[in-house]
């Protein structure tokens, strides 16, 4: 009988087939993708500096906007103030014209009342910013006093203001109506006696 050739080679066996993909081991960035990332990163420092300034000046800006709008807005309202003050100044003229007319004792009822209101009305403008300038016997300044008479005279300094026809106001430094004086002006040749020195 022909003997029956048998097989007995190992066979092999396979692993196990787990399911999971193999993972690919993390390869280290190279130089080039490191400088590149830096740039990027600049870039947007950079980029963000700039919106930050550009902020700072927006801002800026509007504060000095914000700054220019109040002031104008007050100085138009000073305007319109000093305008209503600067029609009131003859009712306060009429007042005084008609305190300075009447001081008769019949008058003298009539008077205390006048003169109440008339302190009130002047008390209530001073508030707003007027400023009454009764000059007398200060020196002419021609950016606050009209004169309307010049008097020779060598018993006062040349210039100075002798009488007060009509005072002057301002409202916040910025004349409405000049006062109208008299001034005293040196003789023609009046020599300024010189002050006496005391001998060593």
Do not use: C, W
Not at 78 to 83: L, Q, S, T
């Amino acid at each position: 009988m022909a003997d029956r050739k048998t097989n007995d080679a190992p066979k092999s066996i396979a692993p196990p087939d787990s399911g999971a993909a193999a993972v690919p081991e993390a390869v280290p960035p190279s130089e080039a993708e490191g400088r590149q990332g830096d740039d990027k990163l600049a870039k947007v420092l950079a980029e963000f500096e700039e919106l930050r300034q550009t902020l700072v000046r927006r801002q800026a800006d509007f504060e000095n906007y914000r700054k220019r709008v109040e002031r104008e807005r007050a100085e138009d309202s000073r305007r319109a103030i000093a305008r209503v003050i600067e029609g009131l100044i003859p009712v306060l003229d009429g007042f005084e014209h008609a305190l300075a007319a009447h001081r008769e004792a019949a008058y003298e009822d009539y008077r205390k009342g006048f003169e109440l209101i008339y302190k009130q009305l002047l008390g209530n403008l001073k508030r707003l910013g007027l400023e009454r300038h009764d000059p007398a016997a200060e020196k002419f300044n021609p950016h606050l006093h009209q004169a309307m008479d010049r008097v020779e005279s060598a018993d006062h300094e040349d210039g100075t203001i002798l009488e007060v026809y009509q005072p002057g106001y301002a409202f916040h430094g910025r004349v409405l109506r000049p006062a109208l004086v008299r001034v005293a002006v040196h003789p023609a040749g009046h020599v300024k006696p010189r002050e006496s020195k005391l001998a060593n």
